[in-house]
């Protein structure tokens, strides 16, 4: 099993321009979370799908920001335009819940680690 | 603000001494989870618990619920180098849809 998968690992970028984080994850899961880790802010969960439906997404910080699932197997976080304060390591993650709203245990993905110019 | 509290921030041991860290929330929550991070790492998921006053063990660990379902603990007993990391409890509030992580507990063992 691959686990959830994150891409890229590593992101370096200037000022204004997009950013886009992409997330597989595990097969079968039905929910789909991505989160921001700072220093100062801890992990923050930004939005949450299930069934490929965003459920919630009062922590996305601003307009800049979007996330997408077009399928199960598929995510996308997409940051326009990028600003310096968004610096932070993004991770997904994906779990299975009967039912909605219901947290079980989640898995986590290796991560994205994004540096704004 | 921050909903999900844990004390202390930071905890450094010897090796072989006990540790507990303690979390808190300002609403109920439906369940509490705890996670471990490595330096470096990704959150690791240890467990889960859903009734009030609710208590488990894996090994060394002691894991708590508390009787009102805002208040959770983490005990450790002998740590030893491979538990150094980050731990944090997280869960979801009883009244929508939100889910937090607490502010997490640094642990560093010294040998």
């Known amino acids: 099993d691959a686990g959830v998968i994150q891409s890229p690992r590593h992101e370096v970028t200037e000022m204004g321009q997009e950013v886009t984080l992409r997330c597989k994850p595990i097969?079968?899961?039905?929910?789909l979370f991505w989160y921001r880790q700072t220093m100062m802010r801890g992990l923050e969960l930004l939005i949450y799908?299930?069934?490929?439906?965003?459920?919630?997404d009062s922590g996305m910080p601003e307009d800049r920001f979007s996330a997408k699932m077009p399928n199960a197997s598929f995510s996308t976080l997409k940051i326009q335009p990028s600003e310096p304060r968004d610096s932070a390591v993004y991770f997904c993650?994906?779990?299975?819940?009967?039912?909605?709203?219901?947290?079980?245990?989640?898995?986590f993905g290796p991560g994205t680690r994004l540096t704004v110019l | 603000g921050q909903q999900v509290m844990q004390i202390p921030q930071y905890q450094h041991v010897q090796e072989g001494e006990d540790f507990t860290t303690y979390c808190n929330s300002s609403?109920?929550?439906?369940?509490i989870q705890w996670y471990k991070q490595r330096p470096g790492g990704h959150p690791v998921f240890l467990i889960q618990?859903?009734?009030?006053?609710e208590v488990k063990k894996q090994k060394r660990l002691t894991f708590q619920f508390g009787e009102a379902k805002k208040n959770s603990s983490l005990h450790i007993t002998a740590t030893q180098t491979t538990d150094v990391g980050t731990y944090f409890c997280?869960?979801?509030?009883?009244?929508?849809?939100?889910?937090?992580f607490g502010t997490g507990t640094s642990l560093t063992v010294i040998p």
């Open positions: 993650a994906s779990s299975f819940a009967y039912y909605t709203p219901k947290f079980n245990e989640q898995f």
């Open positions: 097969s079968g899961h039905n929910s």
């Open positions: 799908f299930n069934n490929n439906v965003p459920i919630d």
């Open positions: 609403t109920t929550l439906s369940n």
């Open positions: 618990l859903v009734k009030s006053g």
């Open positions: 997280a869960g979801p509030t009883s009244t929508g849809n939100q889910f937090y």
